[in-house]
């Protein structure tokens, strides 16, 4: 059974920086590719970040490039989300997940966490 646990959320300003963590157990993470998404209360769950298996590809939402960064350490069978300039409107629900990334940037989870909640005050 594999199992994702996210880590790191809470509250922080607006302007400061988090990072988020997901352990994976059950199989080994270099099998995956693997992404975040987050859910706003009474909106859609949406990709954030993604990162393919060889850690070569990498996809992320407009609204958060240039300002989170994903990354993984097979190793450690974790994943990692870092969120700089932070601003209110990122607030939501962050989950973690693990599947396939296409090549042109679909990410299907098979596998998913069961989030962490990030709150941006301003």
Do not use: H
Request: hydrophobic letters at 35%.
């Amino acid at each position: 059974q594999v199992q994702l646990v996210e880590s790191g959320g809470g509250l922080v300003q607006a302007g400061g920086s988090m990072r988020l963590s997901c352990v994976v157990s059950g199989r080994t993470l270099s099998t995956y590719s693997m992404a975040w998404f987050r859910q706003a209360p009474g909106k859609e769950r949406v990709l954030v970040a993604a990162i393919n298996w060889g850690g070569n590809q990498q996809e992320y939402a407009d609204s958060v490039k240039g300002r989170f960064s994903i990354s993984r350490d097979d190793a450690k069978n974790t994943v990692y989300l870092q969120m700089n300039s932070l601003k209110p409107e990122d607030t939501a629900g962050y989950y973690c997940a693990a599947g396939i990334l296409s090549r042109n940037g679909v990410f299907l989870g098979d596998y998913w966490g069961q989030g962490t909640q990030v709150t941006v005050s301003s």
